[in-house]
């Protein structure tokens, strides 16, 4: 075996490092977002999720997604995260 | 850096070829007829031995001014070359010289021998030596005792299957597959939305095996991938065994060997494979779609290494699939389908179309749920074998088409929740409708497969339209 030089195939960059933020002590007077990415039967989870937050004071919000298949548009992404305190994604099925 | 010539006439020689040995007292003919004369030897420096020559050690001039054969003659003014003969002709060298009995004694005509800047074993190290500045990739340099194979699976860089090494003399040779510059951008990869350049995908291609010639359907198969109607994003990251299926149409199919006959989805072709590896590749390395990262699939399915195949144009009654799609005849194209795994359509005893259409028909319904409509498309691979059987009661591709959307129109009763005895379907309120299984054009016809076997095959899509992947066509530019 000999050395060699190869060609980075990769695209060269190391994804940026984010704290995560604390976990608020009670969500009392928050305000909750919560982001159904329409899969089949997400909003009867989320539904059940406002129910609750709303029981503990929260206010909540509710988001929706065109496509699940697609990323959150960048428009979507910023409205949330100006108008919410915290956030919730439903996943799936 | 291109050197540059001197004005007057400048000759590359040498002296391993016989022409070269021939016209070597010319020079000094041409020397003493009062014009600008410069030699540059290309192996011996002593050599021609009636003029004093420069020697193109590295082959700088020789490579940089596309020298093919010597002796090569080159006339140069202001700096830039206005006129160029090679070999010997008589006849030629006469007029470029304006001597008119240059050579009187000579054969008519000889041909040249080829220029060392253009041997074979020396190529790849002078493209390497004086292009390798157009590459921009970080360099990875092994230690001596590194597998370089192994180290290759290390870093995360493989499908699972060893690559071959993305060397610069391999990359560079890559390179010349297509016309276009390495730093240019082609699309943005997901998921990571990277900035893809020809230079990346020419180095994934390297590793999938590919060859030069491969590179432009490779770079039109990622173009065709990478934007918001196919998703390629949502086809990596859905928990369906999807991924791109790859149909290449045109003459060029041909020319670089691709195969549209015997096992045509399977083993044993190199540009088959390579390409649609090579596509994946540059997805996961550049892209950053990696399984059990945004790849969630839950099972997968073995095409997601490579599906792509030929179509068999020459014998089949449909027309093509690109040409279907808007592309014009003789066109080399791409079409990019997110689909799963083939499955098998056995029809053995049919002799008439609307039997063989019945067959279809019911394969076809039962692409990922007898009871799942108008949310995924499928591919419908006919092979020679049943395209026969159509092609002989004269029907083309619209009445086939025509009549399994006509066989698959079906009653909603069966397509409720709990119909069956099944808890998957629609809502009550479509008991009493007709749905159709597919969408208007959601069959995609396609030919292919080995002259014998009287079995088509079904691929199935994933989730359609804007709400997942629509199929895409892309011409092939080199």
């Known amino acids: 075996m000999s050395a060699s030089i190869l060609l980075d195939p990769t695209n060269e960059s190391r994804p940026a490092q984010r704290e995560q933020l604390a976990r608020p002590a009670s969500v009392k007077g928050l305000t909750v977002g919560l982001l159904d990415i329409v899969k089949a039967r997400g909003d009867i989870y989320l539904n059940r999720l406002e129910e609750l937050f709303v029981a503990e004071g929260a206010k909540v919000l509710r988001f929706r997604k065109p496509t699940f298949t697609k990323p959150a548009p960048p428009d979507l992404r910023h409205e949330i995260s100006i108008q919410c305190n915290v956030v919730i994604e439903a996943l799936a099925d | ?478």
């Not at chain 2, 090494?165 to 560079?172: C, K, N």
């Not at chain 2, 079409?335 to 394969?363: H, I, K, M, Y």
């Not at chain 2, 691979?381 to 009549?403: C, I, K, N």
Request: hydrophobic share 40%.
């Open chain 2, 1 to 478: 850096m291109k050197p540059q010539l001197p004005d007057g006439i400048v000759a590359i020689v040498k002296r391993e070829c016989a022409t070269c040995v021939m016209v070597d007292p010319l020079f000094a003919h041409i020397a003493a007829s009062g014009a600008s004369l410069t030699v540059y030897t290309q192996d011996d420096p002593t050599f021609p031995a009636s003029v004093a020559a420069l020697h193109d050690a590295d082959l700088s001039v020789s490579w940089h001014y596309d020298i093919e054969t010597v002796p090569t003659l080159m006339r140069i003014e202001n700096g830039v070359e206005v006129d160029r003969t090679f070999g010997w002709s008589k006849d030629a060298w006469q007029k470029f010289t304006g001597i008119a009995d240059l050579g009187a004694d000579l054969p008519v005509m000889r041909p040249g021998c080829g220029s060392l800047s253009v041997d074979p074993n020396l190529e790849d190290e002078l493209r390497v030596r004086f292009t390798s500045s157009t590459l921009h990739s970080r360099h990875v340099e092994l230690a001596s005792a590194e597998d370089e194979f192994e180290s290759m699976f290390i870093r995360g860089w493989t499908d699972g299957l060893p690559v071959i090494p993305p060397t610069p003399e391999r990359v560079l040779r890559m390179l010349t597959g297509t016309i276009r510059n390495p730093q240019e951008v082609v699309a943005i990869a997901p998921p990571n939305l990277v900035q893809l350049t020809v230079e990346k995908i020419a180095i994934n291609a390297v590793m999938a095996g590919a060859l030069p010639e491969y590179l432009p359907w490779i770079i039109t198969a990622l173009e065709a991938v990478c934007n918001d109607e196919f998703n390629m994003h949502g086809v990596l990251a859905t928990t369906m065994p999807v991924g791109p299926v790859i149909i290449c149409n045109g003459p060029g199919t041909q020319a670089i060997g691709m195969n549209s006959g015997v096992n045509v989805f399977g083993q044993g072709n190199r540009a088959n494979l390579t390409i649609g590896r090579a596509v994946q590749l540059t997805i996961r390395n550049v892209g950053g779609g990696k399984p059990g990262e945004v790849d969630r699939a839950t099972h997968g399915n073995p095409g997601k290494l490579s599906f792509c195949f030929a179509e068999d144009e020459a014998g089949s009654p449909f027309g093509t699939l690109a040409e279907e799609r808007g592309i014009a005849p003789q066109q080399n194209a791409v079409t990019v389908f997110a689909g799963e795994g083939p499955r098998c359509v056995v029809d053995q005893a049919a002799r008439t179309p609307e039997q063989l259409t019945n067959s279809f028909a019911a394969c076809l319904r039962a692409t990922h749920h007898p009871k799942s409509v108008l949310s995924f498309d499928a591919i419908l691979v006919v092979s020679p074998d049943h395209s026969r059987v159509f092609a002989e009661a004269g029907w083309g591709r619209e009445r086939l088409l025509s009549e399994l959307h006509a066989r698959l129109q079906i009653p909603g009763a069966e397509l409720v929740r709990g119909a069956l005895d099944m808890a998957e379907g629609l809502p009550a309120k479509f008991a009493d409708r007709t749905v159709p299984k597919f969408k208007a054009r959601g069959i995609l016809l396609a030919h292919a497969g080995g002259g014998a076997g009287l079995f088509s095959s079904v691929i199935g899509g994933w989730a359609n339209g804007a709400m997942g992947s629509t199929p895409v066509t892309r011409p092939v530019l080199s």
